[in-house]
């Protein structure tokens, strides 16, 4: 059974860095697959942020590139996100989640990450 | 990049009757790419339906997915309780951002 776990701070201060870590189980992260984080900001719809290969490629949003680095640790079967200077506006639940072209199969339980001071 | 606007924003119904939520994009969309999801409060989101009609595994019969090109329907035959929830709508782009969403259909009891 693939298993999807999202982990990390709960809070980030105003101009900081949002990191979060996904961990996989059921499945190696080297399957082939792409590997996605999605955002929810309170009350609202879903966002896409990016993605990742096993081979290290990745594809981001445009809307949120020029902030976001996913990367990709095969020997612990995870993958993590980091969004640099964070705003109030990036306050939202994170869920990663397994990519099957052209959909999303496998979703974390999603975290609930706050910016604020 | 590709829009997508779903309709009705908000639908309220009683279970046994049928549901029809729409998803409309702005440029045509190719149905292996086109995918609806389930979302109840405090859960992830939930894949019903990919490649615009094909059920995920373990969704019931009564969950259908129809449409080609801008207009997109999932269809709930016969409401059960526990299909109360937000649907969105997801197209995957080969242009960027890769995957866009819907704003998302509220199905509420009536």
């Known amino acids: 059974q693939v298993q999807l776990q999202e982990s990390g701070p709960g809070l980030v201060k105003p101009s900081g860095t949002l990191s979060l870590t996904c961990a996989v189980s059921?499945?190696?992260?080297?399957?082939?697959?792409?590997w996605s984080w999605v955002r929810q900001p309170p009350g609202k719809g879903l966002e896409w942020i990016g993605e990742?290969?096993?081979?290290?490629?990745?594809n981001y949003n445009p809307s949120l590139k020029s902030r976001v680095t996913i990367s990709i640790d095969k020997s612990e079967n995870q993958f993590s996100l980091k969004v640099n200077s964070v705003t109030a506006a990036d306050t939202a639940v994170y869920y990663c989640?397994?990519?099957?072209?052209?959909?999303?199969?496998?979703w974390g339980q999603g975290t609930l990450v706050t910016v604020s001071s | 990049e590709i829009v997508l606007t779903q309709s009705p924003g908000t639908l309220s119904l009683s279970p046994g009757e049928r549901a029809t939520l729409s998803c409309g994009a702005s440029?045509?969309?190719?149905?292996?790419?086109l995918a609806w999801y389930q979302q109840k409060p405090g859960q992830a989101p939930r894949l019903l339906i990919y490649?615009?009609?094909s059920r995920a595994t373990g969704i019931p019969d009564r969950f259908s997915g129809s449409g080609s090109g801008t207009d997109f329907t999932l269809t709930i035959s016969r409401l059960e309780p526990e299909d109360f929830a937000v649907y969105y709508c997801?197209?995957?782009?080969?242009?960027?951002?890769?995957?866009?969403f819907g704003q998302g259909t509220k199905l509420d009891i009536k």
């Open positions: 059921g499945v190696s992260i080297s399957s082939g697959n792409w």
């Open positions: 990742i290969h096993h081979s290290g490629r990745t």
């Open positions: 997801q197209q995957y782009g080969t242009s960027f951002p890769v995957y866009t």
């Open positions: 440029q045509s969309v190719s149905s292996s790419y």
């Open positions: 490649g615009a009609s």
């Open positions: 989640a397994r990519a099957v072209r052209y959909y999303l199969d496998y």
